[in-house]
């Protein structure tokens, strides 16, 4: 009776009636754990994992005893906080020579060349996209490089051709999706319309667009620019600027997205707006070397427009590509942060107490690792001091 | 795709696999559906997941955790093919040419073919 059941009434009749029920039984929770075991072995193979700290501690117990607390939910982190001419490194999972990707970082260093071209005299704040490029055609030919720079010049962060790249191979597959090099990119951008020009609206594209016009006007690619203008003379030899997965740096390491390993955002044509790869070490002696003036982009830390970020920074500034903005404890800080899809980073410094704070993380925090990092951590070292 | 095509695309995902799924708990557990139908429900169900551990991440970026959220979608997914796996013997035997189940399959085999891309 029990043998073949494709008729669920006689089964349950026939359990109840006390015929034979435990084979019965025993085939249902089988085939029931069976199935419900299979179905989750499956899901976890395609499915987001948790995110846990990676094995092995570097750098000054001191200082990661401060962070550690405010580092929670976080692979790799390897951090770097500086005090007068002293710089302190820690790390999870991670030292100050790893590579990470830098994000946004990255815009900070596309301000530097374009303050050492204005130093030199090679182009000013004021010269228009115009004046660098055939754009007759287009609403930017007379935007400004500061306001290219400081995220004034009313161009989205990502021209829609570029955010469908990114939303299909980013966020669908994971994948390196950037098809546009620097030429698709900059004639892109140069046919986008403009909203909101003369207030702070983030983006990345018109630092990409910045960067490729201070190489045409240099006569050279960015990438080169760069690297003969700011990473050489600096000495910044493990920072760079991979353009496409091939020009990843030797080393180079997948972060997390979802807790699995992800592709980096090499940002091809984007890549000055978010493409970099660099180690705390480097970081550290960026934020060392702007703090002190000693690198050209320090000359445009003056604020250009307001840049409210709500709701924690709603007194906020932008320079020259950097953020003008004050500590949990009313400190003056200017700093930049970086996000990709897989990394992480910070790079902050106050002024007046000489105190600076640089971190990297290899994977995107949530919201509330955020405030946590932005927030607590900033607030423990910045403030208070380690 | 612009980034409003696909939060509302989520959206509906968010949304859509869970009714779906609980419907389909629900149909097992208190009908007789034939064999075939309900284990296309089952596959549609795991697509679903399956997809929304691809996305998930991406869409939540900077703002979520994506683990505990798909977490609970996955749980629901597990329980709806535990209930099939219970309700298997009970349930009538129908055609193996069933149009939803060869829908469903085709749609778990893309997904996990794309989720293998996203995730190695």
């Known amino acids: ?386 | 795709m612009s980034d409003t095509v696909v939060l509302v695309l989520t959206g509906m995902l968010a949304i859509g696999v869970p009714a779906w799924t609980v419907w389909g708990i629900w149909r097992n557990f208190r009908h007789k559906p034939t064999r075939q139908s309900a284990l296309a429900n089952v596959l549609g169900s795991m697509a679903g997941t399956a997809l929304l551990g691809v996305v998930l991440p991406a869409v939540l970026l900077g703002a979520l955790d994506p683990f505990p959220i798909w977490l609970g979608y996955a749980a629901l997914t597990v329980g709806a093919t535990t209930v099939l796996g219970w309700r298997w013997p009970a349930l009538r035997s129908g055609k193996w040419r069933h149009p939803g189940l060869a829908i469903t399959s085709c749609l778990l085999l893309a997904v996990l073919m794309m989720a293998g891309v996203a995730v190695t």
Request: hydrophobic residues 40%; neutral net charge; proline residues 6%.
């Open chain 1, 1 to 386: 009776m029990a043998a073949v059941r494709d008729d669920g009434q006689r089964e349950e009749s026939s359990r109840y009636q006390g015929s034979a029920p435990l084979p019965v039984m025993s085939r249902r929770a089988l085939l029931a754990a069976g199935a419900g075991l299979s179905a989750a072995g499956l899901l976890a193979l395609v499915g987001p994992h948790p995110v846990s700290p990676a094995s092995g501690r570097t750098g000054d117990p001191a200082l990661l005893a401060r962070a550690e607390p405010h580092l929670r939910g976080l692979n790799r982190v390897a951090l770097a906080y500086l005090h007068g001419d002293t710089t302190t490194y820690a790390g999870i999972g991670a030292d100050e020579r790893t590579l990470f990707g830098i994000g946004s970082l990255s815009k900070t260093f596309c301000g530097a060349v374009l303050m050492d071209m204005v130093l030199k005299e090679e182009v000013t704040l004021d010269t228009t996209v115009g004046d660098l490029i055939d754009a007759d055609q287009s609403d930017l030919a007379d935007v400004t490089l500061q306001e290219l720079a400081s995220h004034t010049s009313g161009l989205p962060d990502f021209t829609p051709t570029q955010t469908r790249s990114r939303n299909l191979w980013f966020g669908l597959l994971h994948a390196d999706g950037a098809r546009q090099d620097a030429a698709d990119t900059v004639i892109d951008i140069l046919g986008q319309r403009l909203k909101g020009r003369g207030t702070f609206s983030y983006s990345t594209a018109g630092i990409a667009l910045l960067a490729h016009l201070l190489g045409r006007r240099a006569g050279t690619t960015y990438k080169k620019l760069l690297a003969q203008r700011i990473l050489t003379p600096l000495d910044l030899t493990d920072t760079s600027l991979p353009v496409t997965r091939a020009g990843l740096p030797r080393g180079w390491e997948k972060g997390l997205l979802g807790g699995r390993p992800a592709e980096p955002w090499t940002l091809n044509g984007l890549a000055p707006g978010g493409g970099m790869w660099s180690t705390c070490a480097d970081i550290a002696t960026w934020m060392r070397l702007t703090r002190d003036g000693h690198q050209p982009g320090a000359a445009g830390l003056q604020p250009v427009a307001p840049a409210p970020i709500l709701p924690w920074m709603p007194d906020a500034k932008v320079a020259i590509t950097w953020i003008l903005a004050t500590t949990p404890g009313g400190e003056d800080l200017i700093f930049h942060n970086g996000l990709t899809g897989s990394h992480s980073s910070f790079v902050g410094y106050c002024p007046r107490t000489g105190r600076g704070l640089a971190y990297l993380v290899n994977s995107a925090p949530t919201g509330a690792q955020l405030l946590m990092l932005q927030g607590d951590l900033v607030k423990t070292l910045l403030d208070e001091g380690a």
